[in-house]
């Protein structure tokens, strides 16, 4: 269900417009697939490689990934903002100084300002909100993407030829139930698309092949 590797689906033996070899997998990819180091296998809609979960994001785990940014950014940002008010009734009230030793508690802390309760529970709510910043960010960045209907790879390469309109475009990613996935994520969301054919843009101007060229180079000299 989740899998968006190409190792499952039957590929043409001629190459089609669009299409480009893969040296690695031996096989043709489709459009919007790329080949990823770490799983050895190219994957439909390829967007990147997430460390944190271990494998790559592609067309058929996008939009898990996506609903798991926002309940995490959602989460961090939950404890960020009770954290606050904690520390800060610890501190004895909302004041300049309990501002301050927020931001900076391990100064605090060392000049004898706060205690080393106070300086754990302040460390602990600071790495929630750089949590919140660090994963708030990651959530825009990849809507920002949906609502172009870009990966990653596309975004830093400016390949902009499947915009739908916004609307579509979230249909594209998320599938035809978009609202209730992010209600819960295991609802039943077809997707537009099977990975191999999409659909471009009338407006757009003519796709290039100047990106895959250039990401079929860089993956040759890292397997030469």
């Known amino acids: 269900m989740t899998d968006s590797s190409t190792q499952k689906i039957i590929l043409p033996v001629l190459l089609k417009p669009m299409w480009h070899f893969c040296p690695v997998?031996?096989?043709?990819?489709?459009?919007?697939?790329?080949?990823?180091?770490?799983?050895?296998?190219?994957?439909?809609?390829?967007?990147?490689?997430?460390?944190?979960?271990?494998?790559?994001?592609?067309?058929?785990?996008?939009?898990?990934?996506?609903?798991?940014?926002?309940?995490?950014?959602?989460?961090?940002?939950y404890a960020t903002v009770f954290n606050m008010y904690f520390i800060w009734d610890c501190l004895g009230g909302f004041s300049l100084f309990s501002v301050i030793a927020h931001i900076v508690p391990f100064v605090f802390w060392l000049s004898g300002y706060l205690c080393f309760q106070v300086f754990i529970y302040t460390m602990l709510s600071m790495l929630a909100l750089v949590g919140f910043l660090f994963v708030g960010n990651l959530f825009v960045?990849?809507?920002?993407?949906?609502?172009?209907?870009?990966?990653?790879?596309?975004?830093?390469?400016?390949?902009?030829?499947?915009?739908?309109?916004?609307?579509?475009?979230?249909?594209?990613?998320?599938?035809?139930?978009?609202?209730?996935?992010?209600?819960?994520?295991?609802?039943?969301?077809?997707?537009?698309?099977?990975?191999?054919?999409?659909?471009?843009?009338?407006?757009?101007?003519?796709?290039?092949?100047?990106?895959l060229k250039v990401a079929r180079n860089n993956l040759r000299q890292r397997h030469s």
């Open 141 to 211: 960045f990849h809507v920002q993407n949906m609502l172009r209907n870009q990966t990653t790879f596309e975004k830093n390469t400016g390949l902009c030829i499947y915009d739908l309109g916004w609307k579509q475009n979230i249909v594209e990613c998320l599938g035809e139930n978009y609202i209730r996935v992010f209600v819960c994520p295991l609802c039943v969301s077809p997707l537009p698309s099977d990975g191999i054919s999409f659909v471009a843009h009338l407006n757009a101007p003519p796709p290039t092949l100047q990106p």
């Open 25 to 77: 997998c031996q096989a043709n990819a489709p459009p919007r697939a790329y080949h990823c180091d770490k799983c050895n296998c190219c994957l439909l809609k390829r967007d990147h490689h997430c460390t944190f979960a271990g494998c790559c994001i592609g067309l058929k785990n996008f939009r898990y990934f996506l609903v798991f940014l926002f309940y995490l950014s959602l989460g961090c940002f």
